[in-house]
């Protein structure tokens, strides 16, 4: 996903102070610029970092903005009525459709921040409806730019581990098109009056507009920016907030789960938009993003184990190879992981204790011989039970194989109803 920031509306009347950055998720920030008559200027694309313990300014490259205008950011009312999420650019009017929202929802206790940025007005006026309403503000991925003068008026602000938050000056783009960065003395007023320390605001305004400083999670809380951090099992899910729609879902579930389209189970697979929607309303119940992820790996991966069972012999024999590889790797260190995944025929823990790479690889394995295992006990139901039995199982004959896997995978297919009662 990415959005631009800029003037308020592309071939609008109206140029105001903007902070702006642009995002891809997970993997990069960009901030885009574009004047009114459609040619591009500039912008910055950075990979975000890992923690560090010293903030970290982010490296830019020349890209061409995109022909299309961000749409408008999505204010929502979450669950139970207790949260509101706001995703997207902050651009004009959207201070007035969270107003008119907070107006008609008293109960309201929580504004959740998802933003690339966008126009300096708009953010302080947010900030105003946070203040005035005593609203704890919570970013569950990131807030850059003008979105963080909202943010910091939080009476709490929770930023989720791993989350960022990004700061640079404010520019000013003109008619002509001309970037101009202009003083911060406005938005430094505003950070100050939120608690933060002087310090760390100099250099969030020191940094050049063109450029992004998204400082770590252990200097954000000492600068009072952040209250605390939190992890994704204590506020309500998020991850669906720009784009709660069918394939907002389906996007997300393929992040969270890329086994659902790797070849080792491509034939085993359940239904992508089956699994979408329930993820979908479980995000809407609005429980937590951990207690969402871990139920769709666990549907998922019984789903898998169920189709699994009646696979034909090429699928049932690339699945028992990713299977064992996986036991085999980390038979040693995690024992317990181990046994889950041969006694479930868990796929999804399967593939991501080998990598998408090397599930790959282990797919198109040739058989294994139970000579070739480490020897170890062979009691029970313990994992190194598994190893030998998928290894007596892929030592077989093509067919007699396959046949084999199919009935160990049987042990751990739940029936229909158990699957569609997962939380």
Known sequence: ??????????????????????LVLGAALACLDRPSDGAAIASLSARWPEPLQEPVHEPSEERPAPDAPAGPARVALGPHGRDIRLAGELGEGTAERLRRLLAANPQVE????????????????????VVARGLATYVPDY??????????RGTRRF???????????????GPSGRVVQVDGVPERAAYLA?????????????????DLWVPDAHRLVAARAVTETVDTGQLPDST????PSPAGARAAVLRILPILETSAVAGSAPPIEDLAAWYAQAYRAGRSEAENVDGLRRRAAMEIARTLSRANDATALAAGRVLLRAMLTVRDSDRALCGRIGAGADLVEASEALGDAATALAARAGSFSVGELTP?????RGCQAEIHAYARALAKPSAEAALSVRALVQRAAPPVHAASALP
Not at 110 to 120: D, F, I, K, P, Y
Not at 143 to 152: E, G, I, N, R, Y
Not at 240 to 243: N, Q, T, Y
């Open 194 to 210: 939120a608690g933060l320390d002087p310090a760390f605001v100099t250099q969030a305004l020191a940094t050049a507009s063109d």
């Open 1 to 22: 996903m990415a959005v631009r920031a800029g003037t308020a509306g592309w071939g609008g009347t109206r140029l105001g102070r903007v902070i702006g950055a642009c």
């Open 376 to 380: 170890g006990p062979v009691h029970g």
């Open 240 to 243: 669906l907030d720009d784009d």
């Open 143 to 152: 807030c850059v730019s003008a979105c963080t003068l909202a943010f910091v």
């Open 159 to 173: 930023l989720v581990e791993g989350g960022r938050l990004g700061f640079h000056a404010p520019y000013e783009v």
């Open 110 to 129: 929580r504004l959740h921040l998802t933003s690339e940025g966008g126009l300096v007005e708009e953010g302080q006026a947010i900030g105003d409806l």
